[in-house]
């Protein structure tokens, strides 16, 4: 069935280091999803990317979808302690419209 | 604009038992998924219900079902509790965008089942 790898698991950078999290599919996605899990929280939406090649930023957040829209990623310039949790992407296919979750990649600020 | 509920927050049960779940979404939103949440697996798919039908379900077993009424609400069932289920079971909601597919999805705060 349909994949969706999440790099790197874990990842522990100073304050102010830059952070990338990426996220692969196996079969080409209608669009990818990004969420934010704070330690003891529940997964809050940050953005939803669609065109192939899209670019969005968000402040720090910068989130790339691929040009054969099958990976994507998310990358924190500068990190800051708020931005300690567990980044997730969300892969949308077109068939079924099923949203599937990476493992997520768990983001630890040392300070 | 109310949140997506979960009930309850926590949850003690032993092994054999049986647990149901409730989540009640957004408002207007017809589409329900659930997801455990284990430490090493990461958000694992159960299953999606939109308009009362399941539309999509995960790998678990047979043991874990749900149900979804009218009111959008839905339930989830889990039997013959085993330790291994004990977990935080997420639902989200989204709403139907255009083309049918759905949109972004609002999560409850989730229910922690811990089963003895």
């Known amino acids: 069935g349909q994949q969706v790898m999440q790099i790197p698991q874990y990842q522990h950078v100073q304050e102010g280091e830059d952070f990338t999290t990426y996220c692969n599919s196996s079969t080409t996605l209608s669009n990818i999803q990004w969420y934010k899990q704070r330690p003891g929280g529940h997964p809050v939406f940050l953005i939803q990317?669609?065109?192939?090649?899209e670019v969005k930023k968000q402040k720090r957040l910068t989130f790339q979808f691929g040009e054969a829209k099958k990976n994507s990623s998310l990358h924190i310039t500068a990190t800051q302690t708020t931005d300690v949790g567990t980044y997730f992407c969300a892969a949308v296919t077109g068939r079924d419209d099923k949203i599937i979750f990476g493992k997520g990649t768990r983001l630890h600020i040392l300070p | 604009k109310a949140g997506v509920t979960q009930t309850p927050r926590y949850l003690i049960k032993t092994r054999g038992q049986q647990v149901t779940l409730s989540c009640s979404p957004i408002?207007?939103?017809?589409?329900v998924s659930w997801y455990q949440q284990t430490p090493g697996q990461g958000l694992q798919f159960l299953f999606e219900y939109f308009s009362e039908t399941q539309r999509n379900k995960g790998n678990f077993p047979g043991r874990f079902s749900g149900r979804q009424f009218s009111n959008s609400r839905s339930e989830m069932n889990v039997s013959t509790l085993e330790l291994g289920d004990s977990a935080l079971y997420l639902c989200?909601?989204?709403?139907?965008?255009?083309?049918?597919?759905?949109?972004?999805?609002?999560f409850g705060q989730g229910t922690r089942l811990t089963v003895v």
């Open positions: 989200a909601s989204s709403s139907v965008g255009a083309g049918g597919r759905d949109t972004e999805a609002f």
């Open positions: 408002s207007g939103h017809r589409s």
């Open positions: 990317l669609v065109k192939s090649g």
